[in-house]
């Protein structure tokens, strides 16, 4: 309706106003997924965001969705997934093709934290540090026996420790944790990979952090068996407090 063109003396009878809808579909998109198995195609379509944007189809876009149904995946539990996302714009329908490494379904098998003994300050009342941040981490971690591993849940888990540091006057303090696919591997230098707050988000389909740092022929193998478990230790260096 253009309300510039109505006249207030001429308005339609009954005050009803004509409404006219110009749709404008703008240019298809085909989208294709293969390899899934545990999860189907219009699950994983429905996560697409570039559909909820509205922005186009190119090769850059593809590689933001690759990124993002990873994060999907493992969510779902599917941790070691990989998505390689290309874009097509061949034919007469250009496309978004995904081909998918899901991976066995990985769980927690153990979470801990590692802490060194801090001095006391002798304050009266004072809870301890180490008590703060055992208090901290048990009630509100994300990743814990059982659950899903997730880059997102690490993060987290790791930002949690250091802002009860940082609120404790522990500005300089630091945290990263380990992650292994067996119990020894936590203790075994090259058996284990480091995540830290400063890892870089990865912002194509596949854990970089991991592939980085692992053999490559034990992670193939891994990726070949149906269930895995992942061990995770937080080691927590307080540093100096600053008062």
């Known amino acids: 309706t253009d309300f510039d063109r109505l006249d207030p003396q001429t308005l339609p009878p009954g ?9 404008q579909l703008g240019q298809g998109v085909k989208t294709e997924f293969l390899f899934n198995e545990h999860i189907t ?4 379509r429905s996560q697409l965001q570039l559909f909820q944007r509205r922005e186009p189809a190119n090769a850059s876009a593809a590689l933001r969705e690759a990124a993002h149904l990873r994060g ?3 969510s779902r539990g599917l941790m070691l997934a990989t998505i390689d996302g290309k874009f097509d714009d061949f034919g007469s329908l250009p496309t978004l093709r995904f081909t998918i490494d899901e991976g066995p379904r990985v769980t927690v098998r153990s979470a801990e934290l590692s802490l060194p003994s801090v001095q006391q300050t002798g304050v009266e009342d004072e809870v301890p540090i180490e008590k703060l941040i055992q208090r901290a981490y048990q009630r509100n971690r994300k990743l814990e026996p059982r659950a899903s591993f997730t ?6 888990d790791l930002g949690l ?3 009860t540091l940082n609120d404790a006057g522990y500005l300089c303090a630091r945290a990263t944790m380990r992650v292994a696919f067996w119990p020894e591997g936590l203790e075994q230098q090259g058996q284990h990979a480091v995540f830290d707050s400063f890892t ?5 389909g596949s854990p970089t952090w991991l592939e980085t740092q692992l053999d490559p022929e034990g992670l193939a193998a891994l990726r070949e068996e ?4 992942v061990h995770v230790r937080i080691d927590v260096v307080p540093g ?4």
């Open 15 to 23: 005050r009803k106003l004509p409404l006219s809808i110009d749709v």
């Open 41 to 44: 195609d219009n699950r994983l």
């Open 72 to 74: 999907f995946y493992q």
């Open 151 to 156: 880059d997102a849940h690490a993060r987290e």
């Open 161 to 163: 420790i250091l802002t």
């Open 200 to 204: 870089g988000l990865d912002t194509q």
């Open 226 to 229: 149906r269930h895995a478990g």
């Open 240 to 243: 100096p407090r600053v008062v």
